[in-house]
Every structure is written in structure tokens, then in C-alpha cells.
């Protein structure tokens, strides 16, 4: 028998973060909040289906700096749960703190796939930290599947993050063998 559905609290704790599994699996109760207004990342506060707030992005950021995972890069797990909190938010209450964190996590993600070096999550991750201080500037070493993939998460959303598609555009930059990854929508 499966446990009682009351434990995703515990869940987000980041104490409770094991692997990258588990931290994917956290961000998408965060999801489930975002959707729904109501759960565990809501508990004690006011909070409206579909809204992203500042409170949502530090579940988001807690989850992804546990200690278990700090020096890990960011999963393509993780990432598409970071996708998916997007996309579930229709209304932001943020000041684009989530626009930063996911821009900063995807290409966290993109670089490592691509066996490009990345500093601790806990560094790039960072409000503070410049993306541009880290990330890859051009596309050289950087996995054309990869960047085919976040084209296609970036593909059809309703918000466009322009940090994140200002970075897409600048590692693509003459790749013309993958003409998928122009398609990103700007």
C-alpha cells in the first residue's frame, strides 16, 4: 500500500532532498500549488490558482540549493518541472526573481549535459550571481540536442522569458545544422 498523500510536505523540506529525483519531484508540488492555490507550499498564506509568488520561488530556490544536490548540475528532470511551474503561472507576484532562477537553471542544465564546466548551484543559482558570469557565451560545446530540447519547451508558452531567450539565441548563434533550435519564438 502506498503512503497517505499528507507527505508531500515533508517532502519539500530540503533536509528531505536526497537526489535529483527528489528535488524534481518537490518542484512539482510546488507546481501543484501554483495550480491549484492550495497544499503544502501555500499552507498559512493567501494564494491564488496559478499565481507565482515570491513565496513559490523560494520553495523553487530551497529545493534546488539542498545540500544533497548543491554540487550537482541541475537534471533535465528538474529543469522541465521548472518548465512546467512557467507555464502553470498565469499571474507573476515575483518581480522576476522565477524568470531569473529558471534561466540560470536551464542553462545550469544545458552546459552540464553539454560536458561544459558549472559552478555549484548554490553560486549560479544565486540572485546575486550574473548569469553571464558563468554561462557559455557561444555554442561551441554546447549539445545541439540540448538546445533543440529547450527550443521545444520554450515552443508555444504563453510568457517568454527574455533572459532565457537571449541566452538560447546567443549559444545558437551559427548553428545552422539544427534549424529546430531557431524556432524558439521571438
Given amino acids: 500500500m502506498t503512503a497517505p498523500l499528507a507527505e508531500p510536505a515533508a ?6 532532498i536526497s ?3 527528489t528535488a524534481a519531484r518537490a518542484l512539482t508540488i510546488v507546481r501543484d500549488g501554483v495550480i491549484t492555490g492550495e497544499g503544502p507550499t501555500t499552507k498559512g498564506r493567501v494564494h491564488f490558482s496559478r499565481e507565482l509568488d515570491a513565496d513559490d520561488v523560494r520553495w523553487c530556490e530551497r529545493i534546488l540549493t539542498a545540500s544533497a544536490v548543491a554540487d550537482q548540475p541541475v537534471s533535465r528532470a528538474e529543469a522541465e518541472a521548472l518548465f512546467e511551474i512557467d507555464e502553470a503561472a498565469t499571474e507573476r507576484n515575483d518581480k522576476g526573481r522565477f524568470d531569473d532562477l529558471i534561466a540560470k537553471a536551464v542553462v545550469h542544465h544545458a552546459a552540464s ?4 564546466p558549472v559552478p555549484p548551484r548554490t553560486v549560479a543559482l544565486a540572485p546575486e550571481t550574473a548569469i553571464e558570469s558563468w ?4 555554442s561551441a560545446g554546447v549539445d545541439v540536442e540540448v538546445l533543440e ?3 521545444g519547451q ?5 510568457r ?3 533572459t532565457l531567450t537571449a541566452l538560447v539565441a546567443s549559444l545558437v548563434g551559427a548553428f545552422v545544422q539544427a534549424p529546430n533550435v531557431f524556432d524558439i519564438g521571438m
Avoid: D, F, Y
Fill in 160 to 162: 517568454r522569458n527574455r
Fill in 154 to 158: 520554450m515552443r508555444g508558452t504563453r
Fill in 11 to 16: 517532502a519539500l523540506e530540503p533536509s528531505e
Fill in 149 to 151: 530540447w529547450i527550443a
Fill in 135 to 138: 554561462a557559455p557565451v557561444r
Fill in 19 to 21: 537526489c535529483r529525483e
Fill in 113 to 116: 549535459a553539454s560536458g561544459l
